[in-house]
C-alpha cells in the first residue's frame, strides 16, 4: 500500500488521509499548506462541515520499546505504524537529585526539609509514569491528525509475589492500569489483548514479528493489514530544557539547533536524522540505524524544526 499523507481542515479537525499526489495537487492549486513535514501534513484553507473516518490505534507496550499503528475501521489500511523509543534514564536521574538534595542537607546549606509522611501505597514509580506518559503524548499528537476513536492495548500478567520479590502487587500491573485510564480519560474505547494471542494472529497472517507489526496485527484480529511503506521512529523529546548544561557547547550553529531534523549528505550517501549535539565543524545526528552519525555543516539542510516528539521516518 502507498503511504498516505494526513490532512486537517482549516479549523484544525482531523480528516481522512489522502493519496500524496492528491496532496500534491492541493498544494499546487493553493487549496491547502504544508502543517507539518514529518509526519507529512496538509491543512486545507477551508472548513469541511462533516469528516468521514474512525481509526483505531494499536499499542505493542514495551518498557524499551512501544509499538504504535494506526489502522483505517473500514478497510484495513495501517496509515501509521512506528516505534518509540523509551528514555531509560529517569530512574538514574531521579536517584542522582536524591543524592545531591542529601548531600546540601549534611553540608547544612539552604535546602528544602526532607520528606517521610508523604509516600502513599502502590505509588507508581517516576520512571514507569514517564514511559506511559510517552504513549499518551505520542497519542495526542496523533489524534491532532487523524479521528482515532478505540485502542487495543497488548498487555502480559506479571506479578511479584510469584517470582519472589517480596512485593504483594506488580509495578508491571500497575503501569499498565494507569495506561488504560489515561486511555480512557483521552475517551478512546479501550481494548486489551493477551501476548499470546498476538503471537497466534501473527503467524496466521504471516506478519513480520516487530513492535509496529504487532501493534497493527492486534487490531486486525486475524485479519491482514494493509502495511504502508514508510515505518516511523518517534523520539520522546525531555518537557524541561536542561539550563547551563556542562556538556553543551552550542544551542544554535550555523542555523542548526538540537533536535532539528536534518538532511544530509555524507560519503555519498543521503541521511536524515534529528541533530543530538552540535561541534565545533560538524554535528552528530540521530538516525534510524545510528545514534551519532556525524556530518558536515556545509553539507546538510535543515527539513523540519518540531516543537514536541520527534518523528524519523524509516523505509
Known sequence: MSDKVFVIDASGNPLLPTRPARA?????????KVESMVPFTVRLLRVVNDPVGSFGIGIDDGSKHVG?????????????????????????????????????RSRKLRHRKPRFDNRS????????????????????DMQKRINITHATVEEVSFNHRDHRWGKQFSLVEIG???????????????????????????????APKSHGVDAAVILGKGKKIEMPTARYVILPRR???WENNPTQKYTERFGFRHWDIVRAVRAGKR?????????EKQMA??????????????????????????YLQAV
Do not use: H
Open 24 to 32: 500534491r495537487i492541493l498544494l499546487r492549486r493553493g487549496r491547502a
Open 68 to 104: 504504535v499503528a494506526i489502522v483505517n475501521d473500514l478497510t484495513n489500511e495501517a496509515v501509521f505504524v512506528g516505534e518509540m523509543e523509551l528514555r531509560q534514564d529517569v530512574k538514574r536521574l531521579m536517584g542522582q537529585r536524591a543524592r545531591y538534595r542529601r548531600a546540601r
Open 121 to 140: 501505597k502502590n505509588k507508581l514509580p517516576p520512571s514507569i509514569r514517564a514511559r506511559k506518559e510517552s504513549i499518551i503524548r505520542l497519542i495526542k
Open 176 to 206: 499498565k492500569r494507569f495506561l488504560r485510564e489515561q486511555l480512557n480519560a483521552l475517551g478512546l474505547d479501550v481494548e486489551v489483548v493477551e501476548g499470546w494471542m498476538t503471537a497466534e494472529w501473527r503467524r496466521v497472517t504471516g
Open 239 to 241: 518537557r524541561r530544557r
Open 271 to 279: 541521511v536524515v536524522g534529528c541533530v543530538r549535539s552540535l561541534k
Open 285 to 310: 545526528l540521530r538516525t534510524v540505524r545510528d545514534s551519532n552519525f556525524l556530518v558536515s555543516y556545509s553539507k546538510s539542510e535543515l527539513v523540519w524544526r518540531p516543537n514536541g516528539l520527534v
